[in-house]
């Protein structure tokens, strides 16, 4: 399986975030990915020399286009340090177990090191919204780890 990381400009953060990533995942072996979304940094070199498979747009082109570049993964992770990629079991499990479709991690169920004031504040409201449409216990709506 691949765990898939959409990158602009991380060169700071994304060579730790990739050796961070189990090698193994309940049997299946685990590929990082770093879609390098037009960085003019060295995002795509450090991320190669951290072991990562890179693909790299030939300009940025924002977020949603860098993920969609890295859909044909099971996962993605946020290369900016928030997520911790040493949880890809807990978060790919009940997808290959069949119980799920579709697992977002959140932020809110340990320890908050890097999130705002601000940016936690809006996340818990915007939360709230998605949680109220949905209709189901959602506790970070606004997530940028996902398994499918």
């Not at 940094?41 to 072991?51: F, L, P, S, V």
């Not at 990629?85 to 320890?111: C, H, K, N, Q, W």
């Amino acid at each position: 399986m691949m765990l898939f990381f959409p990158a602009h400009n991380e060169a700071a953060a994304v060579g730790a975030v990739v050796a961070r990533v189990p090698s193994e995942v309940l049997g299946h072996p685990v590929l990082p990915v770093v879609v390098d979304d037009g960085s003019t940094d060295e995002t795509a070199r450090i991320a190669d020399a951290a072991g990562a498979r890179v693909v790299s747009l030939d300009r940025n082109r924002g977020l949603g286009a860098a993920v969609r570049a890295g859909f044909e993964a099971v996962a993605f992770c946020d290369a900016d340090g928030e997520y911790a990629p040493e949880e890809l079991e807990t978060m790919v499990a009940p997808i290959l177990r069949g119980e799920a479709d579709y697992v977002v991690g959140s932020r809110f169920s340990g320890r908050i090191e890097r999130m705002l004031p601000h940016r936690r504040l809006g996340n818990r409201l915007l939360t709230g919204v998605v949680r109220f449409v949905s209709r189901t216990k959602v506790t970070d709506g606004q997530s940028g780890y996902r398994a499918l």
